[in-house]
């Protein structure tokens, strides 16, 4: 069943799912900041995250969830490093 996910999971299921739904967000939106910050221009990076990042636990959704909630944490953080370079950050929790 599902609450054995996690015990079940092959370590490349769960780095497809971190680098899908994780670190490629994560690089991508530093790359484009150090962009803008080089170019001067100012703007929005937007993630997508996803409702599972605040939902009620359930085993399926705790890899997925989690990195999703590590998103979120990763926009606040960014927003207030870019702020000074008139680069707003921003995360969607859509569901």
């Known amino acids: 069943g599902y609450e054995k996910y996690i015990r ?6 769960l780095d497809l ?5 994780f670190r490629a967000n994560v690089w991508l939106a530093k790359l484009v900041a150090e962009k803008m910050i080089q170019l001067g221009t100012k703007g929005s990076i937007v993630f997508t995250s996803s409702i599972k990042a605040m939902s009620r636990y359930q085993p399926i959704d ?11 944490r990763v926009a606040i953080s960014m927003a207030r490093e870019y702020c000074k370079y008139g680069i707003r950050v921003n995360c969607v929790l859509p569901g």
Do not use: F, Q, R, T
């Open 8 to 13: 079940c999971a092959k370590i490349e299921e």
């Open 17 to 21: 799912v971190y680098k899908v739904n």
């Open 62 to 72: 705790a890899i997925y969830g989690g990195l999703k909630a590590g998103l979120s």
